[in-house]
T-cell receptor, first 116, second 110 residues
Framework: GAVVSQHPSRVICKSGTSVKIECRSL??????MFWYRQFPKQSLMLMAT?????????EQGVEKDKFLINHASLTLSTLTVTSAHPEDSSFYIC????????????FGDGTRLSIL | GQQVMQIPQYQHVQEGEDFTTYCNSS?????IQWYKQRPGGHPVFLIQ?????EVKKQKRLTFQFGEAKKNSSLHITATQTTDVGTYFC??????????FGAGTRLTVKP
């Protein structure tokens, strides 16, 4: 149980393109979803926390107009990287919890984004 | 703000040797969680500790939560090549948030 599906797994696109990443909880209701960014061989950097039906809470330094997060249902959250540039290239991972933000998280497989 | 510090950053061991990673928080945590991320993979939840002084075991892995609920450790006995990966601790500074440690990357030489 507790499976989180994240798509796409890899994206390569030109600078200026907007990219949408989907995160779905397949067998549970995710009251809270998280979006992380991870650079090679580094830790998880929390970008934002989203609760179903409400606006996402962004971490300091993360541009909310650049990284649009929508958590429209208890099983789906999306992250849109708007007008992506090469510096946005990274590994983006979502996670979900059915017991609140302070409880164990279940992670998706991640999306490797490469902006040319 | 609340931080979760984790050491060491890297650990390279010979297969069969033991391994320990340590996690410290500047504030008391309601619980501590441990995750493992294999190379090229995503973090996978291992265990959650809630009680002061709690010790839990999963085969060769032993997890401890300190008496003050500010520190935790993960100890692996007789490492195997399948133990390779990065181990993260995570703790909530409040009920609405979670902070991950920087992780300890374990490599095992056969």
């Amino acid at each position: 149980g507790a499976v989180v599906s994240q798509h796409p797994s890899r994206v390569i696109c030109k600078s200026g393109t907007s990219v949408k990443i989907e995160c779905r909880s397949l067998d549970f209701q995710a009251t809270t979803m998280f979006w992380y960014r991870q650079f090679p061989k580094q830790s998880l950097m929390l970008m934002a926390t989203s609760n179903e039906g409400s606006k996402a809470t962004y971490e300091q330094g993360v541009e909310k107009d650049k990284f649009l997060i929508n958590h429209a249902s208890l099983t789906l959250s999306t992250l849109t990287v708007t007008s992506a540039h090469p510096e946005d290239s990274s590994f983006y991972i979502c996670s979900a919890s059915d017991r609140g933000p302070s409880q164990p998280q279940h992670f998706g497989d991640g999306t490797r984004l490469s902006i040319l | 703000g609340q931080q979760v510090m984790q050491i060491p950053q890297y650990q390279h061991v010979q297969e069969g040797e033991d391994f320990t990673t340590y996690c410290n928080s500047s504030t008391t945590l309601s619980n501590i969680q441990w995750y493992k991320q294999r190379p090229g993979g995503h973090p996978v939840f291992l265990i959650q500790l809630v009680k002061s002084g709690e010790v839990k075991k999963q085969k060769r892995l032993t997890f401890q939560f300190g008496e003050a609920k500010k520190n935790s450790s993960l100890h692996i006995t007789a490492t195997q090549t399948t133990d390779v990966g990065t181990y993260f601790c995570a703790g909530p500074p409040n009920n609405n948030d979670m902070r991950f440690g920087a992780g300890t990357r374990l490599t095992v030489k056969p």
